[in-house]
Nanobody, 124 residues
């Protein structure tokens, strides 16, 4: 099990940028596939992006392709989500999640460990 803490959320105008961080406790964070998900009010939690544990491969949800970039710094036990060209519809609570030594997946239920979330609000 790994403890995850998200940070970097806030209020930004449409077209602006934010970088979210997901910091993990413990060692061997490099052995975890990490995903970002988001949940807007009244909507289901949806997949945003993920990065694999072994190859560092990445995958993005269709609504964020070309605007969001996921990356990791294993030395810092941190995964980042760089968000540019933000839109009001990106407003949500953003969560990071991890699964140990298993392939990248977009399926929410397959992730074992979750952070508490960080709020992102994009004003028009």
């Amino acid at each position: 099990q790994v403890q995850l803490v998200e940070s970097g959320g806030g209020l930004v105008q449409a077209g602006g940028s934010l970088r979210l961080s997901c910091a993990a406790s413990g060692r061997a964070f490099s052995a975890y596939t990490v995903g970002w998900f988001r949940q807007a009010p009244g909507k289901e939690r949806e997949f945003v992006a993920a990065i694999g544990w072994s190859t560092g491969s990445t995958h993005y949800g269709d609504s964020v392709k070309g605007r969001f970039t996921i990356s990791r710094d294993n030395a810092k036990n941190t995964v980042y989500l760089q968000m540019i060209s933000l839109k009001p519809e990106d407003t949500a609570v953003y969560y990071c999640a991890a699964r140990k030594m298993r392939p990248l997946t977009t399926t929410l239920s397959t992730y074992d460990d979750w952070g508490q979330g960080t709020q992102v609000t994009v004003s028009s």
